[in-house]
């Protein structure tokens, strides 16, 4: 893509999300916390939703972006919810202790 964006005016823009899309699945593929995962989810959703819209200046791209923004807002609430019940389903969690005491 170097060669294929140079001396396009939002060449570093576009440099930079690509860096931060990548850092972001870095973040979700080597964390091994669900509460990092989350953070490099919504570092690769925010990347990938601006470089979808990129060319706002295209009615389409400004379209696809707002509707990619959407799905990935309620995929985070999702993703958000699972890390909750993840994390008080641990036995340090309130769930867990819950759990831990109905049991015995």
Not at 24 to 51: Q, R, Y
Request: proline share 2%; glycine share 10%.
């Amino acid at each position: 893509s170097r060669r294929y964006l140079h001396g396009e005016f939002m060449y570093a823009r576009f440099l930079a999300l690509h860096f931060g899309l990548l850092c972001g699945l870095s973040v979700v593929a080597l964390c091994d916390t669900l509460e990092w995962k989350l953070v490099g989810w919504l570092i690769l959703g925010f990347c990938s939703t601006f470089l979808i819209g990129a060319w706002n200046d295209r009615p389409t791209a400004r379209d696809n972006a707002a509707y990619v923004f959407a799905l990935y807002s309620l995929s985070d609430n999702f993703f958000l919810g699972a890390v909750a019940v993840a994390v008080s389903l641990q036995p340090g969690g309130i769930l867990g202790k819950m759990a831990l005491q109905s049991h015995g």
